[in-house]
Nanobody, 126 residues
């Protein structure tokens, strides 16, 4: 089992920045590739970004490429999502997730992830 707790969400103006953190506990953090997803009101949960176990490889959804950066610190059991140039359409609850079956793969499908945090709200005002 892996427990995940997100933090860092909040209200920000368009063009601003936020950094989300996801702290993991339980099993060895470096055994897991990690992902970030988001869910806007009335919409399905969408993939945002993924990172492999070492942090050497990353994968982004098109809407966030060039604006968001995923990273991890295995010594701190934490994965981050740096969000720059935020837009109102980035407003959503953001979730981190751990891929229990693959340290190496970068999955954009939420079905690949076994463990989820409770989410943190990000609101971008225009």
């Amino acid at each position: 089992q892996v427990q995940l707790v997100e933090s860092g969400g909040g209200l920000v103006q368009a063009g601003g920045s936020l950094r989300l953190s996801c702290a993991a506990s339980g099993r060895t953090f470096s055994n897991y590739a990690m992902g970030w997803f988001r869910q806007a009101p009335g919409k399905e949960r969408d993939f945002v970004a993924a990172i492999n176990w070492s942090g050497a490889r990353t994968y982004y959804a098109e809407p966030v490429k060039g604006r968001f950066t995923i990273s991890r610190d295995n010594a701190k059991n934490t994965v981050y999502l740096q969000m720059n140039s935020l837009k109102p359409e980035d407003t959503a609850v953001y979730y981190c997730a751990a891929d229990g079956a693959g340290r190496y793969r970068l999955a954009g499908d939420e079905k690949a992830y076994d463990y989820w945090g409770q989410g943190t709200q990000v609101t971008v005002s225009s």
